[in-house]
């Protein structure tokens, strides 16, 4: 089955950046190459929610929390997605997940995800 795989998560202190990453556990060809990508969060007893998203065309979302502190990227040809996060607050600890979203072209995949926690 085909499965999204994070990089990059690691225990940071307040105002330090980090940058994730996301591709294919797998070929890569399983990745649909119209698709959304996006990067969600979910903390401790909190639900799973929506951190950016960006389309193959290059469009962006971001949630308010946001603040202009996060960038997403991608690399289409390689079917990568990256989430360049800085001014880390403690507030940002959390485990994020990488997503493709369903679509016409495939199916909705998550990574397992990886963990980010700042704390001084």
């Known amino acids: 089955q085909v499965q999204l795989v994070e990089s990059g998560g690691a225990s940071v202190a307040p105002g330090e950046s980090l940058r994730l990453s996301c591709g294919a556990s797998?070929?890569?060809?399983?990745?649909?190459?119209?698709?959304?990508m996006g990067w969600y969060r979910q903390a401790p007893g909190k639900q799973r929610v929506l951190v950016a998203r960006?389309?193959?065309?290059?469009?962006?979302n971001y949630a308010d929390f946001v603040k202009g502190r996060f960038t997403i990227s991608r690399d289409n040809i390689k079917k990568r997605v990256f989430l360049q996060m800085n001014s880390l607050e403690p507030e940002d600890t959390a485990v994020y997940y990488c997503?493709?979203?369903?679509?016409?072209?495939?199916?909705?995949?998550w990574g397992q995800g990886t963990q980010v926690t700042v704390s001084s």
């Open positions: 797998g070929s890569i060809g399983s990745i649909p190459t119209i698709a959304v």
């Open positions: 997503n493709v979203e369903k679509s016409r072209y495939g199916p909705e995949l």
């Open positions: 960006m389309t193959t065309e290059g469009t962006t």
